[in-house]
């Protein structure tokens, strides 16, 4: 069973006297910083001049600086820019300004655990991932509560990696839902296994495939959109709440009988089969060699599949049919 870790196994003391850079102010960063300055803490925030993630960190009363200022400046450095940028602001602007017994905070293992990013043996490296994204850690932490994360120690310089690790998501107030061990490894191949095989590739194909079978079949795709998009929100807010037996037992008995009879047939041996290979080729460093290409050529095969999807049947009738829907409108 994992470890997880709560409240009294941090010290929030351990962040006295120390400045928190976060690097990027998206969505997860404005989320972190907000909670760490409410929380004691002296937070630098990095972002890029003139992009509205910069005016939303005005807003919010930070002063903004360039990533080699905020690194220099800082004892903790949080990178939470996205994945394929990480490694160019790394060696641009935080490399050299790292000194022994500074730390490296990361919300996502994929530079760490494919090398991308090679921290000196000096400095403490740690992850502290929430299980939710940052505008979900902001308002749990405006109720009193927390997001679960986890904790991952890369690297231990100080002898205080985990520790100092802790306090930071106690910061968060994570340690009041609890913050689970694992690795770099771990949370990297899982995660990107979860979106590709499940959560973003393997949802989406299923939903395109269900509604082409259906419209193929001569049914209306308003209906067909209905049937396999639009409800799916339904199911899956069951799951999330209640397991996948408490969803069962929250829909009709005719439903569940087709899930459990029927289920199988479309997540077959073979796909299980494709699954494996999926994993196999994450852990190996070939995905992430092939999108470090992608990226490095332009985004060509990225940009024409994204094409593709958008000019997808299912993208036409979405638009028309959520204008119907007055509650998905801000």
Same mark, same amino acid.
């Given at each position: 069973?994992?470890?997880?870790?709560?409240?009294?196994?941090?010290?929030?003391?351990?962040?006295?006297?120390?400045? !928190? $850079?976060?690097? =990027?102010? /998206?969505?997860?960063? +404005?989320?972190?910083?907000?909670?760490?300055?409410?929380?004691? *803490?002296? @937070?630098?925030?990095?972002?890029?001049?003139?992009?509205?993630?910069?005016?939303?960190?005005?807003?919010?009363?930070?002063?903004?600086?360039?990533?080699?200022?905020?690194?220099?400046?800082?004892?903790?450095?949080?990178?939470?820019?996205?994945?394929?940028?990480?490694?160019?602001?790394?060696?641009?602007?935080?490399?050299?300004?790292?000194?022994?017994?500074?730390?490296?905070?990361?919300?996502?293992?994929?530079?760490?655990?494919?090398?991308?990013?090679?921290?000196?043996?000096?400095?403490?490296?740690?992850? !502290? $991932?929430?299980? =939710?994204? /940052?505008?979900?850690? +902001?308002?749990?932490?405006?109720?009193?509560?927390?997001?679960? *994360?986890? @904790?991952?120690?890369?690297?231990?310089?100080?002898?205080?990696?985990?520790?100092?690790?802790?306090?930071?998501?106690?910061?968060?107030?994570?340690?009041?839902?609890?913050?689970?061990?694992?690795?770099?490894?771990?949370?990297?191949?899982?995660?990107?296994?979860?979106?590709?095989?499940?959560?973003?590739?393997?949802?989406?194909?299923?939903?395109?495939?269900?509604?082409?079978?259906?419209?193929?079949?001569?049914?209306?795709?308003?209906?067909?959109?209905?049937?396999?998009?639009?409800?799916?929100?339904?199911?899956?807010?069951?799951?999330?709440?209640?397991?996948?037996?408490?969803?069962?037992?929250?829909?009709?008995?005719?439903?569940?009988?087709?899930?459990?009879?029927?289920?199988?047939?479309?997540?077959?041996?073979?796909?299980?089969?494709?699954?494996?290979?999926?994993?196999?080729?994450?852990?190996?460093?070939?995905?992430?060699?092939?999108?470090?290409?992608?990226?490095?050529?332009?985004?060509?095969?990225?940009?024409?599949?994204?094409?593709?999807?958008?000019?997808?049947?299912?993208?036409?009738?979405?638009?028309?049919?959520?204008?119907?829907?007055?509650?998905?409108?801000?």
């Amino acid at each position: 069973m994992a470890k997880i870790y709560y409240d009294n196994d941090a010290d929030l003391n351990l962040l006295k006297g120390k400045k !928190i $850079a976060i690097i =990027g102010y /998206g969505i997860q960063g +404005r989320g972190q910083s907000l909670c760490l300055r409410d929380s004691g *803490c002296e @937070v630098v925030v990095s972002e890029v001049a003139g992009t509205p993630n910069f005016e939303q960190a005005k807003k919010d009363g930070f002063v903004p600086v360039d990533a080699a200022t905020a690194a220099a400046a800082a004892d903790i450095i949080q990178i939470l820019t996205q994945d394929h940028v990480q490694a160019k602001v790394y060696i641009d602007s935080i490399k050299p300004n790292l000194k022994k017994g500074k730390a490296l905070c990361f919300s996502h293992g994929f530079n760490i655990r494919f090398k991308q990013i090679k921290p000196p043996k000096n400095v403490d490296v740690f992850m !502290i $991932a929430p299980k =939710g994204p /940052g505008a979900l850690v +902001r308002r749990m932490y405006e109720e009193g509560k927390g997001v679960p *994360c986890l @904790v991952a120690v890369f690297q231990d310089a100080t002898g205080e990696a985990k520790q100092l690790a802790l306090a930071y998501a106690k910061a968060l107030k994570a340690t009041t839902a609890g913050v689970i061990e694992t690795t770099f490894a771990e949370e990297t191949e899982t995660d990107l296994f979860g979106e590709q095989a499940v959560l973003c590739g393997g949802a989406s194909e299923l939903i395109k495939a269900g509604f082409d079978t259906l419209v193929e079949a001569g049914y209306q795709p308003e209906i067909a959109y209905f049937e396999v998009l639009h409800e799916l929100k339904l199911i899956t807010d069951l799951i999330q709440e209640r397991g996948i037996s408490g969803m069962r037992r929250g829909v009709s008995n005719t439903a569940c009988y087709g899930d459990l009879t029927r289920g199988p047939r479309i997540i077959n041996e073979r796909t299980r089969k494709e699954m494996k290979k999926i994993l196999k080729e994450i852990k190996s460093g070939k995905f992430a060699r092939e999108w470090i290409k992608e990226n490095e050529d332009g985004r060509p095969n990225f940009n024409k599949l994204m094409a593709d999807g958008d000019n997808h049947k299912i993208e036409q009738v979405g638009r028309e049919l959520r204008n119907m829907m007055p509650w998905m409108k801000k």
